[in-house]
């Protein structure tokens, strides 16, 4: 086992230590008159208010990741089919019944249990992103990510999501931090073809820097500062217009892209409206492209195929990191892809993430569901083995006790909050210096939105020319050497994630040979056992059939051996069971 050793590993494993001071009660007229409901008028009656609850650590305990899980009805095709619904759900857990067939293909059913922190249907932003919205005023960066099969619900389950945050991000920049100088910031693109588009701006075509700290920027990238509801839906419709869709196999409408739609809170520094606003806390939402791409074998265009590469690299990148997480590695392999590097800051430092995964409950899509949830399954253990049991024993309960507690007690008063963030911050500070860097590139580009006006976009962009140091070297290329040789090492990532691929292909092909060798060898026997059967005959083809076999086998251990070796070159080997 590796031992973890980075900053961005401790940063991973600290618990937040922000939180120490307690929350007063409000004194806040239009809050108290409200105290015996506990409901302030066009408040809501939802997590959002109630996961203030008493002081900033219990809401600092909410999980690190969470996995849910959500199953879409069985639709129209699969009704035609006779497609039958497989998976039982249970609160929190549930059982795919899967059909297989014996060696003398008789039929019995395989059950697959799984247990998850919710198996959702209808409540999914109240389980998943209501909790979170509060502590992005925190310093927070949270993810929440949609993956899946095609045609499994995840654009369906991802899109009400960011307008639901929104309108709880402005009650509470309204009601609770009123006045506090924090603003909201929508952007929205896309990764296509391990490309990135811009979705609010007629498809732009943006660029991904990582500067001399590691800190990802996405050059050209337009924000909206958004004040009311109404805009930020207009905003998301006219990205989601934009994104790149086709037909599949499995889906009329399919998603070719990942969509990352994020929601920015920034404060105004020293309340001077003139300054560049300073990053407070992002929430993305992230709703991935199907995750069978690779492998759908429908698809016989050149294009889609190559759109299923890309993604399946992007998808194999993201497992990588979780495992890499997982395992304690000292580098985590994030610029295996696009997806991953604009993901980075969702899994270091005060972060949180929640994934929802979307399965049909088809039988004919049992193999994807199983995939789906053993992926859930492996990103769920992440936050088994890294967070102690106590605090996600803590976090759940919290988010029960919280449920009982009035608002008149749950809203903290403004200069509380004030000192806690202004403790944050400095904290912040000392660990890292993104918003440093983040300022920097403000003082580069003034910002160019209104006093009152919506939809002026802020350009994040930063012209080549602005950012030459005095040296003549551009900052985005002085990459540190460590990161030359982390360059290196992520080429070798890509050839190793394909290589993976490779070998379960061909597992997978071996053993449908097998069974195929398999029946050939249960017709012999029945023929042997027929009388007259021809002796020669027999041994012939019980010949033949062995020496297939044994070079389907000798085949097989041959490429695992070469994997083996491999891992063990870039030191990725975790056990000797691997
Ligand atoms: N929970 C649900 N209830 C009812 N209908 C649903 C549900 N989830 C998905 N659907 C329907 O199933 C179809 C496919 O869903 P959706 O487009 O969200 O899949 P997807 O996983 O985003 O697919 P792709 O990866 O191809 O983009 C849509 O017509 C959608 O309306």
């Known amino acids: 086992m590796i031992v973890a050793s980075s900053r961005t590993l401790r940063w991973f494993f600290s618990v937040s230590s922000c939180s120490r001071k307690k929350l007063l009660m409000t004194n806040d007229p239009y809050i108290s008159s409200n105290k015996q409901t506990g409901r302030a008028p066009g408040l809501p009656d939802n997590n959002l208010l109630k996961s203030f609850a008493v002081d900033k650590e219990k809401t600092s305990s909410v999980a690190k990741i969470k996995v849910v899980v959500r199953k879409r009805p069985l639709n129209k095709k699969e009704l035609a089919k006779n497609e039958e619904d497989i998976i039982d759900t249970h609160s929190n857990s549930m059982t795919v019944h899967e059909t297989k067939l014996k060696v003398d293909l008789t039929e019995y059913v395989e059950k697959h249990e799984f247990v998850f922190d919710a198996v959702l249907n209808e409540e999914v932003y109240h389980e998943t992103v209501e909790p979170i919205v509060p502590i992005i005023f925190q310093r927070v960066k949270a993810t929440c990510f949609a993956y899946g099969q095609t045609g499994s619900g995840k654009t369906y389950t991802m899109k009400p999501l960011p307008l639901k945050a929104s309108r709880d991000i402005l009650r509470l920049m309204h009601h609770t931090y009123r006045s506090q100088g924090f603003q909201l910031f929508v952007s929205f693109f896309e990764i296509y073809g391990g490309k990135l588009f811009d979705l609010l701006s007629d498809r732009k075509k943006l660029c991904m820097r990582e500067d001399g700290k590691q800190q990802v920027c996405i050059v050209g990238l337009q924000e909206y500062k958004v004040s009311d509801v109404e805009t930020i839906k207009d905003l998301i419709e006219k990205g989601n217009a934009s994104r790149s869709t086709g037909t599949t ?123 789906t949830l053993r992926y859930a399954d492996r990103v769920k253990s992440l936050s088994k083995g890294n967070t102690s049991k106590k605090d996600v024993l803590s976090s759940t309960l919290n988010l029960k006790e919280s449920t009982t507690v009035p608002l008149s007690s749950v809203l903290p008063v403004a200069s509380a909050y004030e000192d806690d963030a202004n403790d944050a911050w400095a904290e912040q500070d000392e660990r890292d210096d993104f918003d440093a860097s983040e300022e920097e590139s403000y003082e580069q580009e003034k910002p160019i939105w209104k006093e009152n006006g919506k939809l002026e976009p802020y350009n994040l962009s930063i012209s080549e020319d602005k950012i030459q140091k005095p040296n003549g070297q551009t900052k985005w290329r002085d990459m540190p050497k460590s990161n030359l040789k982390n360059s290196h090492s992520d080429n070798d990532l890509n050839a190793l994630l394909q290589e993976e691929e490779d070998l379960v292909n061909a597992h997978r092909k071996q053993v449908e040979e097998t069974m195929n060798i398999v029946r050939e060898e249960m017709n012999l026997l029945v023929e042997a056992d027929q009388p007259g059967n021809q002796l020669d005959g027999y041994v012939t083809r019980l010949n033949a059939i062995l020496s297939q076999k044994a070079a389907g086998i000798l085949q097989l251990q041959n490429r695992l051996a070469h994997f083996q070796k491999r891992l063990k070159e870039h030191n990725v080997l975790v056990s000797s069971g691997y």
């Open 249 to 371: 196999g499995a889906n009329e409408e399919s998603s070719r892209s990942h969509a990352i739609l994020q929601l920015a809170i920034k404060k105004s520094v020293d309340g001077n409206e003139s300054k560049p606003p300073r990053l407070v806390g992002k929430l993305s939402f992230i709703d991935l492209a199907g995750s069978e791409r690779g492998a759908d074998t429908t698809d016989n265009d050149k294009q889609t195929r190559m759109e299923g590469a890309e993604i399946n690299k992007s998808l194999l990148a993201l497992k990588e990191c979780i495992r890499a997480l997982d395992n304690d590695k000292s580098h985590i392999p994030f610029r295996g892809s696009k997806l991953t590097e604009v993901l980075r800051d969702s899994f270091v430092g005060n972060s949180r993430t929640v994934m929802i995964s979307c399965i049909s409950p088809s039988s004919g899509s049992c193999e994807h569901t199983l995939n």
